[in-house]
Structures are given as C-alpha cells and as structure tokens.
C-alpha cells in the first residue's frame, strides 16, 4: 500500500507543495526574526480593544509558527498516508486542507511580522 501511495501522482504533487509551503513559512519566519534584533514583537492584533490592540511578546512567541508549520506538514502526512487505504480521495482532501493551513499560516506570520 506504501507504494501506491507515493506512486500517485496527485498525492506527490500536493506532498510536494505542503513541503515547500512548510519551509517556506519557517524560513521566512525565521529570517524575518533574525533581522530585527529587538525584544518587541507584535504577537497578537484585537480590533476591539481600541488603544491596546496590539499585544506584544517575545521570540518564542513567533517560533510557534515554525513549530505550527512542521507539525501541520507532519500531522497531514501521516493522517494522509493512513487514510489513502480507506479511500483516496480523503488522503487527497487532507493533503489539500493542509495547504490552506499551510498558507494562512504564511499570510498571518507575515501580517504580525510586518507590524514590528
């Protein structure tokens, strides 16, 4: 069953770009941190609180985005591959959320990243 699953071209293609979306949102993230060499980085936006909607925190803050990235490539892997028995089109379909994941994960690092 391994070998069908990474013989389908489908499933490459979308395993291929979640592992490109996962290092690009870690290394961005982190090259982003590395460039700003200070210890206020915007981790949070509340619209509603008006004059305090910016919440500010530190390094480890932002690194959970690395962290989110891997275990999401790795969680959408592993679920994928266990699921592509029962039906191939769920393994597709995880595959494919992941993505999403994948980039509103890019989209919301940069937006806090981009505030410092």
């Known amino acids: ?6 013989h389908d071209r489908l499933i490459l293609l979308l395993l291929s770009v979640n592992t490109f979306l996962a290092l690009a949102a870690s290394i961005f993230v982190l090259l982003r941190l590395s460039s700003n060499h200070g210890n206020g ?30 275990l999401v490539l790795a969680i959408h892997t592993t679920l994928s591959w266990r699921a592509y028995r029962i039906h191939r089109q769920l393994a597709v379909t995880i ?21 410092r």
């Open 95 to 115: 595959l494919a959320l992941g993505i999403l994941l994948l980039l509103l994960t890019l989209i919301v690092s940069n937006a806090l990243l981009i505030l």
């Open 41 to 70: 980085y915007i981790v949070q936006y509340r619209p509603g609180l008006g004059i305090d909607a910016f919440k500010q925190g530190s390094v480890t803050e932002l690194m959970g985005f690395v962290v989110f990235a891997l």
């Open 1 to 6: 069953m391994t070998t069908k699953y990474f």
